[in-house]
Structure formats: structure tokens, C-alpha cells
T-cell receptor, first 111, second 112 residues
């Protein structure tokens, strides 16, 4: 299996632009998670899905953030409009049981 | 509340054992995990332990859980330079597979 796939791996954008991060979970996994990692706050859970349905989005920082999972093999995290404080590494993870497997992350820089 | 605490830095010499410690506050945690993150990479699951266990060993890795003190440790035997990374402790208090609460990570530096 290829593992969790994320794209792009790096994204540099200007403040105010829309950013879309993509994730393909491991085939057969029914949970998908989006995390954000920063030096100041460490790893934070943003939102997670079970069978494509959002279960808990209490970690989503603002209305500028939205996430979708249109099918079992694809999810997006969108930031619109982006701000410099959104600069971070965004990880997607998937699981079937008690173990979560992480993707390589998307390193986002908002100028 | 939910909180996972780790020391920030550990330095050892190649061949020595490393012990990375973690404390957590939620006694209802079901699973406790150790992840490894190398520079510029994602998180790699190293090992995990169910809360009704005291110890788990996997090759060079030994996990000890003291549920009474809410203390988790990861021992790496015969530490190698390739073990240099950030190690994250995490807990899950809901049903298996759901939200993880991470510590800030311990940076392990191994010198030859």
C-alpha cells in the first residue's frame, strides 16, 4: 500500500488567497483526520471523519477553514482567505482500528 | 482537562539506552502511543500500548505504563544515530481509532 498521500507537499501563497490541501487515505480505512503542526502549539486535531461523515470539527480554528470528504478515497482541507498565521504543516491521517497512519504533510507558507 | 507532557530534549551517546518520558492527565485514556518524526517528514507510528497493559516490548523498544501515576515511557536500547528524531507521546480516550491528543514532542539527539 502507498500509505496516506497528501498534495501538494509544499505550498507558498499570498495572504488572501484560497488554499486547498488534498489527502488520499489508505484504502479500506474508515477514519480520516486532519491535524496542524506549529512550533508554538504542537500537533492539533482540526477535524475528523468517519465513513465520510464529519464527526468532530471543534478544532477548526475559524470559518475560513473548511473540510470535505466527498468519497472514501479523497478529502480536502480548504482555507479561504488564507492568513500568515495559517502557516504550518498540515497532516492527514487515516485509521481502521486503534492505529493512525500519517501522511508526509503539506508545508504551507502564507506570505 | 486533557494534557500530555513531555520533556523537550534528550541527548545520549550511540550505544546507550534512551528513556523518553511522558505524563498524561486523563485516566480514561484507552490507548497510548509513541510516534517518531524525522526532519521534514510525517509521523511514523512506533508502538502503542493498551491501557490494561504494563509493558510492551518490540525489538529495541520497550514501553512501560504506570497507570496509577499516569506515566508512560519509551526505552530505546542500543540507541543509534538514526534514532535521532522527535518522539511524540499521544493518548486516545475515545473508542479505538479516534482523536489523538499529542504531547509537544521530545527531541532525541544521538552523538557518535
Amino acid at each position: 500500500d502507498a500509505g496516506v498521500i497528501q498534495s501538494p507537499r509544499h505550498e507558498v501563497t499570498e495572504m488572501g488567497q484560497e488554499v486547498t490541501l488534498r489527502c488520499k487515505p489508505i484504502s479500506g480505512h474508515d477514519y480520516l483526520f486532519w491535524y496542524r503542526q506549529t512550533m508554538m502549539r504542537g500537533l492539533e486535531l482540526l477535524i475528523y471523519f468517519n465513513n465520510n461523515v464529519p464527526i468532530d470539527d471543534s478544532g477548526m480554528p475559524e470559518d475560513r477553514f473548511s473540510a470535505k470528504m466527498p468519497n472514501a478515497s479523497f478529502s480536502t482541507l480548504k482555507i479561504q482567505p488564507s492568513e500568515p498565521r495559517d502557516s504550518a504543516v498540515y497532516f492527514c491521517a487515516s485509521s481502521l482500528s486503534e492505529t493512525q497512519y500519517f501522511g508526509p504533510g503539506t508545508r504551507l507558507l502564507v506570505l | 482537562g486533557e494534557d500530555v507532557e513531555q520533556s523537550l530534549f534528550l541527548s545520549v551517546r550511540e550505544g546507550d539506552s534512551s528513556v523518553i518520558n511522558c505524563t498524561y492527565t486523563d485516566s480514561s485514556s484507552t490507548y497510548l502511543y509513541w510516534y517518531k518524526q524525522e526532519p521534514g517528514a510525517g509521523l511514523q507510528l512506533l508502538t502503542y500500548i493498551f491501557s490494561n497493559m504494563d509493558m510492551k516490548q518490540d525489538q529495541r523498544l520497550t514501553v512501560l505504563l504506570n497507570k496509577k501515576d499516569k506515566h508512560l515511557s519509551l526505552r530505546i536500547a542500543d540507541t543509534q544515530t538514526g534514532d535521532s528524531a522527535i518522539y511524540f507521546c499521544a493518548e486516545s480516550k475515545e473508542q479505538a481509532g479516534t482523536a489523538l491528543i499529542f504531547g509537544k514532542g521530545t527531541t532525541l539527539s544521538v552523538s557518535s
